[in-house]
């Protein structure tokens, strides 16, 4: 089992960049495939990114491809997300989520989420 904390979120401007970081507890950080979701006001929460355990793979969604990145540090049982150009259509809860299984799709294990909005 493994817990989740994400941190890093608050309020930017359009155009602004912002790193979000999520923290793993336990000693199996490194057999997770990881990924960061979002939930916007009214809307369902989609996918934003994953990476493997290793760290060696790595997708996006389309909308934030080429404007963020994922990473993780297995040594600090940490993962983070590069958010830069920011939009407001950005603004949502960002949400870290582990699964043994890759791509994460339906991960077995959620943080409480962290607020991002982006002001125009």
């Known amino acids: 089992q493994v817990q989740l904390v994400e941190s890093g979120g608050g309020l930017v401007q359009a155009g602004g960049s912002l790193r979000l970081s999520c923290a793993a507890s336990g000693r199996t950080f490194s057999s997770y495939h990881m990924a960061w979701f979002r939930q916007a006001p009214g809307k369902e929460r989609e996918f934003v990114a994953s990476i493997s355990r290793s760290g060696g793979m790595t997708s996006y969604a389309d909308s934030v491809k080429g404007r963020f990145t994922i990473s993780r540090d297995n040594a600090k049982n940490m993962m983070y997300l590069q958010m830069n150009s920011l939009k407001p259509d950005d603004t949502a809860v960002y949400y870290c989520?582990?699964?043994?299984?890759?791509?994460?799709?339906?991960?077995?294990?959620w943080g409480q989420g962290t607020h991002v909005t982006v002001s125009s």
């Open positions: 989520a582990a699964d043994r299984r890759y791509p994460v799709l339906t991960p077995d294990y």
